[in-house]
């Protein structure tokens, strides 16, 4: 006989969470029988009195039915927090006011209850039911007959619930055989399906049903994942900055979780990658789940809505969206990746597919919803535009880490070079390569050195030459003198405001000495910083940022009389740094004039810039920024002749150079003055 515990119990949403698939399987079947019986008030909030009638071949204990009579009344209509009281048979009969065997007294008994609580319901087998008190018998509003088993449907759902995915109905039917007590133990909350049907099947193993297993092991391989074996891991990964945290710090929760010590609703559950296109976004996903240990299952807009899934119309495509996020679910833990994702558009477009791009995009919103409170799956959508994200996607619970990954610097192409060379140049010098690569993605890196390895596999299997290499890299022209000199002075204006400023240590100042044919926005030099992380940063130091980043332009202003076009246009750009550094500064951080929260960081600044406040206030403190960088590069003229005169003559300038003439200039000025 199942003891039941007689309490006031109050409950919340949470509970239905901490169920297991059988509870919750159980909990749908009693509400079915419940709705169909004279029983009925009672979860539409009617006062009374009810018997739930267990039927003999059912195993109560194993059922639970203790929390699914609680369960069935958490979420029944009257609010989430009802009174009432659950009386069970104990040690094979009813508790002293109401056994039969008891004598009188049973009326006031249940009049005091009645007082107390809203509903009383009595649980029992039916011959437990002869041995009730006559008058409680008499005083019943209602009773309902459980059913023998759940519906194979309310076990489909349960599993749901749990893990945000199931078997196909035949198969659940066929490796069901009624044994709900197995499901239940086999699919406890917190674990992940895959591993569930696993246990599930060596418990099969041991009954030696051999139907249901062979189902069962059809069911935890049906699902084809991504091949992981050639792709780095991040620790060979370079070049990534706050996306290499973010993986890192999500990998450690991920371990954290499997170790039973952290919550999944503690972990992130989706991010959107943005970046310019071959920056490595799809590489980075793959690298995530490969060091995280978990599986990785790929798709995209495109495929969602590609004509071989069917005809192009509404309900293919969806179901095809459905099935990436079903599968994921059937793979956990794994990594769900979405290329492409700004594909779906935004929900306030005007043109004649809007309807259409409209209902996919909620759809896509509902799946991403239903991933809140499954277990394992983390979401990553990637795009070459953030902006054209629905903004509904990025709002906090769905792909709300917004994570950019910039094409690879000098140090990071290298590394990159070296990744895909393995085994073939591991002690080839590829300094001379730098900037013949300067500008190019990790997808064309990639390409170079493939087609490296082919030139030298064909000439004899000989080991790869820097000449391979660059055979495969774009063409270059050389940097005319008058570039030169614009570069030069471009960035020893960086360089001199940065060294007057402070702040992060200068490594280098360099310029190019050629440039890629047909590539447009390359830049033509740069400052290098050591370390310089911008985090919890004063309202003065954001000033002094932009004001570096602005140096190059009043260099040219102040030494060449005009200014030129490679200080914007791409969103690496200094002004592009600027205007998003001033725009956080007024919208984010309530570092300006006002208060007002605008944007987020994980924001575009072009979506703060909308705002005209917050417009005008970036304005005025870019033209502040400018004017300030102007006066300092007017100051020290002469540090920038001589910083540019040396980047001319020799394409770099160290940190310890630039700081050297600086000062000395600085000398100069309080000896003369």
């Known amino acids: 006989m199942v003891t039941l515990v007689e309490t006031r119990h109050r409950l919340t949403a949470d509970d239905a969470e901490s169920m297991d698939v059988g509870t919750l399987a159980m909990l749908g079947m009693l509400r079915r029988d419940v709705r169909r019986s004279s029983a009925a008030p009672l979860i539409y909030g009617r006062r009374g009195v009810y018997a739930v009638v267990v039927p003999d071949a059912m195993d109560v204990q194993a059922y639970a039915v203790d929390s699914a009579v609680h369960l069935l009344l958490m979420l029944s209509r009257v609010g989430r927090v009802p009174d009432f009281k659950v009386i069970g048979v104990d040690n094979g009969g009813w508790t002293s006011e109401f056994d039969s065997r008891r004598g009188s007294g049973a009326l006031r008994a249940l009049q005091r209850l009645q007082t107390r609580f809203r509903r009383i319901i009595f649980v029992g087998?039916?011959?437990?039911?002869?041995?009730?008190?006559?008058?409680?018998?008499?005083?019943?509003?209602?009773?309902?007959?459980?059913?023998?088993?759940?519906?194979?449907?309310?076990?489909?759902?349960?599993?749901?619930?749990?893990?945000?995915?199931?078997?196909?109905?035949?198969?659940?039917?066929?490796?069901?055989?009624?044994?709900?007590?197995?499901?239940?133990?086999?699919?406890?909350?917190?674990?992940?399906?895959?591993?569930?049907?696993?246990?599930?099947?060596?418990?099969?193993?041991?009954?030696?049903?051999?139907?249901?297993?062979?189902?069962?092991?059809?069911?935890?391989?049906?699902?084809?994942?991504?091949?992981?074996?050639?792709?780095?891991?991040?620790?060979?990964?370079?070049?990534?900055?706050?996306?290499?945290?973010?993986?890192?710090?999500?990998?450690?929760?991920?371990?954290?979780?499997?170790?039973?010590?952290?919550?999944?609703?503690?972990?992130?559950?989706?991010?959107?990658?943005?970046?310019?296109?071959?920056?490595?976004?799809?590489?980075?996903?793959?690298?995530?789940?490969?060091?995280?240990?978990?599986?990785?299952?790929?798709?995209?807009?495109?495929?969602?809505?590609?004509?071989?899934?069917?005809?192009?119309?509404?309900?293919?495509?969806?179901?095809?969206?459905?099935?990436?996020?079903?599968?994921?679910?059937?793979?956990?833990?794994?990594?769900?990746?979405?290329?492409?994702?700004?594909?779906?558009?935004?929900?306030?477009?005007?043109?004649?597919?809007?309807?259409?791009?409209?209902?996919?995009?909620?759809?896509?919103?509902?799946?991403?919803?239903?991933?809140?409170?499954?277990?394992?799956?983390?979401?990553?959508?990637?795009?070459?535009?953030?902006?054209?994200?629905?903004?509904?996607?990025?709002?906090?619970?769905?792909?709300?880490?917004?994570?950019?990954?910039?094409?690879?610097?000098?140090?990071?192409?290298?590394?990159?070079?070296?990744?895909?060379?393995?085994?073939?140049?591991?002690?080839?010098?590829?300094?001379?390569?730098?900037?013949?690569?300067?500008?190019?993605s990790g997808a064309d890196l990639e390409k170079a050195c493939r087609g490296a390895r082919r030139r030298a596999r064909r000439d004899g299997n000989r080991a790869v030459t820097i000449d391979d290499i660059a055979a495969e890299l774009p063409a270059v022209r050389p940097v005319s003198a008058a570039a030169s000199r614009i570069y030069a002075v471009h960035e020893a204006g960086h360089a001199v405001v940065a060294q007057l400023l402070g702040g992060a240590e200068i490594v280098d100042v360099s310029i190019v000495r050629e440039l890629l044919v047909d590539v447009e926005a390359q830049p033509g030099g740069g400052l290098s910083r050591a370390d310089y992380q911008p985090g919890n940063l004063s309202r003065e130091q954001l000033i002094d940022e932009i004001t570096v980043l602005l140096g190059g332009i009043a260099a040219e202003e102040v030494v060449l009389g005009r200014r030129y076009t490679g200080s914007g246009g791409h969103p690496q750009s200094d002004l592009a740094r600027a205007t998003s550094i001033a725009a956080g500064l007024h919208g984010t951080h309530g570092l300006g004039r006002q208060l007002t929260l605008v944007g987020l960081l994980s924001d575009d600044a072009q979506l703060m810039l909308r705002h005209p406040d917050v417009r005008r206030a970036v304005e005025e403190t870019l033209q502040g920024c400018l004017a300030r960088a102007r006066n300092l590069v007017t100051e020290h003229r002469d540090a920038i002749d001589d910083i540019a005169e040396r980047l001319v003559e020799h394409g770099r300038v160290s940190g310890s150079e630039i700081a050297e003439i600086v000062d000395r200039q600085l000398r100069l000025r309080l000896i003369t003055h």
């Not at 399906?193 to 060596?202: E, G, K, N, W």
């Not at 799809?282 to 899934?309: D, E, Y």
């Not at 290329?339 to 409209?358: L, Y």
Request: proline share 4%.
């Open 125 to 440: 087998k039916l011959d437990d039911f002869s041995n009730l008190h006559v008058d409680v018998r008499a005083m019943m509003d209602g009773d309902v007959t459980m059913s023998e088993r759940p519906h194979i449907e309310h076990l489909r759902g349960a599993m749901i619930s749990v893990f945000g995915a199931v078997v196909t109905s035949a198969d659940v039917v066929e490796a069901y055989r009624g044994d709900v007590e197995l499901w239940s133990a086999c699919m406890a909350q917190r674990t992940y399906l895959r591993d569930a049907l696993t246990r599930m099947i060596a418990v099969l193993d041991a009954r030696e049903h051999e139907a249901a297993r062979e189902i069962l092991k059809t069911a935890t391989a049906a699902v084809p994942t991504v091949d992981l074996s050639e792709t780095p891991t991040l620790d060979e990964m370079h070049g990534l900055g706050e996306a290499g945290e973010w993986a890192r710090q999500l990998i450690e929760d991920l371990a954290a979780y499997g170790r039973g010590e952290l919550p999944w609703s503690e972990i992130d559950r989706g991010a959107l990658l943005s970046g310019p296109p071959g920056s490595g976004k799809t590489t980075f996903a793959r690298s995530l789940a490969k060091s995280a240990g978990v599986r990785l299952i790929a798709t995209s807009v495109t495929n969602w809505m590609s004509p071989a899934k069917g005809d192009g119309s509404f309900g293919p495509c969806v179901r095809e969206m459905k099935r990436s996020f079903s599968d994921a679910a059937k793979s956990a833990p794994c990594v769900l990746f979405i290329d492409e994702i700004d594909a779906i558009g935004t929900r306030g477009e005007t043109d004649k597919n809007s309807r259409w791009m409209h209902d996919f995009c909620n759809a896509l919103l509902e799946c991403v919803d239903g991933f809140e409170q499954r277990v394992g799956v983390v979401v990553v959508g990637a795009t070459n535009y953030p902006d054209d994200v629905d903004p509904a996607l990025r709002r906090s619970g769905r792909l709300d880490r917004h994570i950019r990954i910039p094409l690879p610097d000098a140090e990071a192409r290298v590394a990159i070079m070296r990744w895909y060379l393995r085994g073939v140049a591991d002690d080839l010098d590829l300094s001379p390569l730098v900037n013949r690569t300067n500008g190019l």
